[in-house]
């Protein structure tokens, strides 16, 4: 089945096909908005995810609905958008087509916005049943239920040696990521639950941050990523660098430290060590006649094309580009939002005939918050921490989010957390598996059955 041309009813002979709904795809297609140009928009999913808020969902703070926003409501007043859930399957560059299941789609410009969304165990996929990670809603749900469900089972635990084992939460990856994890796990643990249990006291929880170069947030400043040690630490933190992690099991990790070998005993290991674009990707690489680095992601130049095939774009944490020096660029939510708008102008520039510069990222800070009095922030020449680099990462997270309702939600969210130290969205998802053995409750069977 080949979906006609001007499904969108623009009058427009153009038609620019987005595939990802994510930071980039969407801010190409707003960006598109007032284009002489049919836009179809494709995802699998059929919300946009504010994933810098994920860990937040995986902790309990909020709900899944706080961080998404349907695409049909985000891009529908744009007359010229449709949105189409489905996934793509093939891209036929030469006839300009792609397609979804059995539908076939004609474009004349197309932009692939995919996005990385598969962890990077670096090898050792077999880690994922016991360390998931954190990319999607789904992940979120699953961390959640881990983390809470280790509470639980350590409530009914007689024995002292798998209470502590199931009492200690080991995340994996010193990036922005597992700073903010770890720092969520740790409030969580020495702030909201004292009180809540009888048998346990969840103050004696362990939470540590393994690492494995000489220190965390590599892309901040050494004196800022100190700073957010010492806060880590206030949330009773212990934070290891230069740990190599080796193996991976069902009750804990080994890891390398100053040659000699480790390990710890935990049921509850979060992965937050890197992510890359699904295994798929390379097929789709070689369907526009382009190989895909070693890490997965397809080359442009330095408008964001593919070389083999210009009226194809790629952006976001699935292009491989580099900057003016040529130095790829990071894989940060801020790159794929220039990058798609960018290319939505780009391309509106070009339909009239109107010459546009290359692509130049502009970077305008990087931050990371530990707990909810706490964050750095690094914005050149000025560089915030504590109390006052927090308040910067929370207007800056507001005001990027989609819309409105969710600015006010998370708001409200915030503000209730930071009176109480509450955390109200701790469902633990429900499987006979958690029903008879709690320390088990999102155990590879359990995720495959989300």
Not at 110 to 131: I, K, S
Not at 169 to 178: A, E, K, Q, R, S
Request: no cysteine.
């Amino acid at each position: 089945m080949q979906q006609s041309r001007d499904s969108a009813g623009t009058g427009s002979n153009h038609r620019v096909v987005i595939v990802g709904g994510g930071f980039g795809g969407l801010h190409a297609a707003k960006a598109l908005r007032r284009a002489d140009a049919e836009v179809v928009l494709i995802d699998r999913k059929n919300y946009h995810l504010f994933q810098p808020l994920l860990y937040q969902v995986a902790t309990g703070m909020l709900n899944p609905g706080d961080i998404t926003s349907p695409l049909r409501t985000v891009v529908g007043r744009q007359k010229n958008t449709q949105v189409l859930h489905g996934e793509l399957n093939t891209i036929l560059a030469d006839k300009k087509q792609v397609r979804m299941g059995d539908k076939v789609l004609d474009y004349d410009t197309l932009v692939l916005a995919l996005g990385a969304t598969a962890h990077n165990y670096f090898g050792n996929d077999r880690w994922e049943q016991d360390a998931p990670g954190l990319k999607s809603v789904e992940d979120a749900i699953e961390i959640r239920s881990r983390v809470l469900s280790a509470f639980e089972a350590a409530e009914l635990e007689d024995d002292p040696a798998k209470r502590r084992e199931l009492l200690t939460f080991v995340i994996i990856g010193g990036g922005p990521t597992g700073v903010e994890l770890a720092g969520a796990v740790g409030e969580l643990a020495h702030l909201t639950l004292p009180g809540e249990f009888r048998n346990i006291d969840p103050a004696d929880s362990r939470v540590i941050l393994l690492e494995g170069m000489d220190r965390v947030l590599g892309a901040h400043t050494e004196p800022l990523a100190e700073k957010a040690v010492t806060s880590l630490r206030r949330l009773g933190v212990e934070v290891l660098t230069g740990s190599m992690v080796n193996e991976i099991t069902e009750t804990g990790v080994r890891y390398a430290k100053n040659e000699q070998d480790h390990r710890i005993a935990s049921r509850s290991v979060i992965w937050a060590g890197g992510v890359k674009p699904d295994a798929g990707i390379g097929t789709l690489a070689q369907q526009l006649g382009v190989d895909s680095d070693k890490s997965g992601r397809i080359p442009v130049n330095r408008t964001l094309q593919v070389v083999t095939h210009p009226d194809v774009y790629v952006i976001g944490d699935l292009a491989q580009a580099l900057d003016e020096h040529g130095d790829p660029l990071p894989g940060l939510a801020a790159v794929a939002m220039q990058q798609g708008k960018y290319v939505g102008k780009r391309i509106s520039r070009t339909l009239k005939g109107k010459p546009v510069r290359e692509f130049e990222y502009r970077d305008r800070g990087t931050m990371a918050t530990i707990g909810k009095k706490a964050a750095i922030a690094d914005f050149g020449r000025m560089q915030l921490w504590g109390f006052p680099g927090w308040v910067a990462w929370l207007l800056v997270h507001l005001m990027l989010m989609v819309q409105f309702g969710n600015r006010l939600i998370v708001f409200v969210q915030w503000a209730y957390n930071w009176f109480t130290n509450g955390r109200n969205a701790r469902m633990i998802r429900w499987t006979r598996e958690t029903a008879e053995d709690p320390e088990h409750s999102n155990r590879a069977d359990s995720r495959r059955a989300a």
